[in-house]
């Protein structure tokens, strides 16, 4: 890299967050010419152990945790959290920042073919670890991701608006490609695991139940589904073309608080698709007014086109009577 051809384009950009970014950047290109070459690179997606909070570990995760931690000593992060790691480390004493990453995002498709990412979340650094993560999500200064797919982007927001960045593999340098990024208001897409319908909440059995009857339904309209099963790729979907992604909370044990983690995931992710003009809540309450108790704590997420979230969060307040599956009157739900 040079002073003339820096790796990504800093107009518009706080000073104090163009070191960081630059590196992540750094990070995200290289990572993605390894994910280019695939089994050319070796095993990638060979597990190589569990986290300490029970998630599995394939390879490339700890090759991404590893390139991003030091990558980022020297450019004013003070304190850095991994999905990877079970405790914060320390890398700058003086520095002014904290930064929060999920550096492999999706790795079980990593051996198919599918997009995968990294997400990133920076809040001002205090004088503690604990005090620098666990605080409400709505005090992130800046939330990213990069998803690694036909193309590699950088989708990125300090909080005012969302801005799109393309990478170039002739030359290593991200372009900006769409200064405004909004979410579409209107769709007819959902984003759900559908195998696990008999464990989710009554309202979101509910929702699904009424997309799915089509235009017989109170919806009168029918829906495609979706899952990827990579949150950033479920993310850049609806950013490019609308519509609602659920992961709920469910009956199963581990997973009654829901799955995806509060900092590493769902708080960056909350930030962007608010500032394009979308919602993030748990169901019934907004992502970006938690605060995680824990580093490594989950939450349920519900996330896109602010109507669709907006109606989901209406199914929430119905009765109990109306959100059973057997219930198929409910008029207010109407189109």
Same mark, same amino acid.
């Given at each position: 890299?040079t002073?003339?051809?820096p790796v990504?384009? #800093? ?6 967050l163009?070191?960081?970014l630059?590196?992540l950047?750094?990070v ?5 010419? /390894?994910?280019?070459? =695939? ?5 990638l ?11 599995d570990?394939?390879?490339? *995760?700890?090759?991404? *945790?590893?390139a991003?931690?030091?990558a980022?000593?020297?450019t004013g992060v ?8 079970e ?5 700058d004493?003086?520095?002014s920042?904290a930064?929060?990453i999920?550096?492999?995002d999706g790795?079980?498709n990593?051996?198919?073919?599918v997009?995968?990412g #990294? %997400?990133?979340s920076?809040?001002p650094? &205090? ?6 993560f666990?605080?409400?999500a709505?005090?992130q ?6 998803i690694? =797919?036909?193309? /590699? ?5 300090v ?5 799109s ?5 002739d030359t290593?340098?991200?372009h ?11 769709? #007819? ?6 195998s696990?319908?008999?464990h989710?909440?009554?309202?979101v059995r509910?929702?699904?139940? $009424?997309?799915?009857?089509?235009? $017989?339904?109170p919806?009168?309209q ?11 790729? &479920? #993310?850049?979907? %609806? ?11 469910? $009956?199963?044990e581990?997973y009654r *608080?829901?799955r995806?983690r509060? %900092? ?8 962007l698709?608010?500032?394009a ?5 748990t169901?019934s309450d907004?992502?970006? =007014?938690?605060?995680a ?5 989950r939450t349920?997420?519900?996330f896109?086109s602010?109507?669709k979230v &907006?109606?989901?969060?209406a199914y929430?307040d119905?009765?109990?009577q109306?959100t059973?599956?057997?219930f198929?009157q409910r ?5």
């Open positions: 890299m002073q003339e051809h990504l384009p #800093t107009d518009g950009i706080p000073d104090l163009q070191p960081v630059t590196a950047s750094n995200a290109r290289d990572l993605s010419k /390894t994910i280019a070459k =695939g089994e050319l690179a070796g095993s997606g060979a597990a190589v152990g569990g986290t300490a909070h029970g998630d570990q394939k390879a490339l *995760d700890v090759i991404a *945790d590893d991003f931690s030091s980022l000593k020297g003070r304190w850095y959290a991994s999905e990877e790691q405790h914060a480390v320390a890398l004493d003086d520095a920042l930064l929060a999920d550096p492999l790795s079980s990593i051996d198919v073919n997009s995968i #990294t %997400i990133f920076v809040f650094a &205090e004088d503690d670890a604990q005090g620098s666990l605080r409400p709505r005090e200064i800046a939330a990213g991701y990069f690694y =797919g036909p193309q /590699t982007a950088l989708i990125l927001t909080g005012d608006g969302v801005r960045y393309t990478l170039d593999p290593g340098r991200f900006l490609t769409n200064a405004s990024v909004t979410i579409p208001p209107v769709s #007819t897409e959902f984003a759900i695991n559908a696990n319908y008999r989710w909440p009554k309202p509910a929702y699904i139940d $009424d997309c799915l009857a089509g235009t $017989d339904g919806r009168a029918n829906f495609n589904m979706r899952w990827i099963a990579s949150l950033v790729a &479920e #993310t850049h979907r %609806i950013l490019s073309r609308g519509g609602i992604f659920l992961y709920p909370s469910d $009956d199963r581990g *608080d829901g995806l509060l %900092i590493y995931e769902c708080a960056p992710i909350a930030f698709v608010e500032q003009g979308g919602k993030a809540t169901g907004p992502i970006l =007014g938690l605060t108790k824990a580093l490594h704590a349920p997420m519900i896109g602010a109507e &907006e109606r989901v969060a929430y119905l009765p109990e109306e059973s599956a057997l198929g008029g207010l739900f109407r189109a």
